[in-house]
């Protein structure tokens, strides 16, 4: 299984970008897929979470502002991000949670810079 994303670039603050997170192969005992997001010397943190029943969690400091859904053939997961900030600027990570355990199966980042 692979996950690659894209759609990161630059933008100015209040835009708009929609990063894709496409799956190669098929994932047994899905859990959820998610986005994670690191700032320039910062941890990595979880901006978004999609359960495979379809229920969503997001970061305090992007709720109302992104979205996170998944294509109905379930092989592109995307994150809708609006009215952008300076701050949301960091490399953005696909990630899906397997198994019993919750494991990660992680996809190379995509670089999201929000400036004017």
């Known amino acids: 299984v692979q996950l690659q994303a894209s759609g990161g670039g630059l933008v100015q603050p209040g835009g708009s970008l929609r990063l894709s997170c496409t799956i190669s192969g098929r994932i047994f005992s899905l859990n959820a897929m998610t986005w994670y997001r690191q700032a320039p010397g910062k941890q990595r943190e979880l901006v978004a979470l999609?359960?495979?029943?379809?229920?969503?969690n997001y970061a305090d400091s992007v709720k109302g502002r992104f979205t996170i859904a998944r294509d109905n053939a379930g092989n592109t997961v995307y994150l809708q991000m609006n009215s952008l900030k300076p701050e949301d600027t960091a490399v953005y990570y696909c990630?899906?949670?397997?198994?019993?355990?919750?494991?990660?199966?992680w996809g190379q980042g995509t670089l999201v810079t929000v400036s004017s």
């Open positions: 990630n899906a949670k397997v198994g019993s355990t919750w494991s990660d199966i």
């Open positions: 999609l359960r495979d029943s379809g229920s969503t």
